[in-house]
């Protein structure tokens, strides 16, 4: 089985930038892709952003487009989500998940209830404006 564990929330000022970390362990990490949620106070867990086994695709939610970058270092069993221009609304835990059942990002899947069965314990971004 795959381990997963975030790191890398924190509490920031609007327009502020923080950078989470997914350690992964368990599995080869390369064979599988993986992917961002998030969950605000008061609202369901939605997609942030995926990534495929070898970092050459990649997808965003529109309201991140062009502040969050996610990447992988497959050597490093690491996956990190650089969060730019950060904005109240951003406030959320953050977690991290891994498809075991594909190396691409399959959005109508990933969105499926209990399709994705791996999942980190979640770390907390607070922007404050």
């Known amino acids: 089985q795959v381990q997963l564990v975030e790191s890398g929330g924190g509490w920031v000022q609007a327009g502020g930038s923080l950078r989470l970390s997914c350690a992964a362990s368990?599995?080869?990490?390369?064979?599988?892709?993986m992917g961002w949620f998030r969950q605000a106070p008061g609202k369901e867990r939605e997609f942030v952003a995926a990534?495929?086994?070898?970092?050459?695709?990649?997808y965003y939610v529109d309201s991140v487009k062009g502040r969050f970058t996610i990447s992988r270092d497959n050597a490093k069993n690491t996956m990190y989500l650089q969060m730019n221009s950060l904005k109240p609304e951003d406030t959320a835990v953050y977690y991290c998940?891994?498809?075991?059942?594909?190396?691409?990002?399959?959005?109508?899947?990933?969105?499926?209830?209990?399709?994705?069965?791996?999942w980190g314990q979640g770390t907390l971004v607070t922007v404050s404006s």
């Open positions: 990534i495929s086994w070898s970092g050459g695709n990649t």
């Open positions: 368990g599995r080869t990490f390369s064979n599988y892709a």
């Open positions: 998940a891994a498809d075991l059942k594909s190396p691409f990002f399959v959005r109508n899947k990933w969105l499926s209830a209990g399709y994705l069965e791996v």
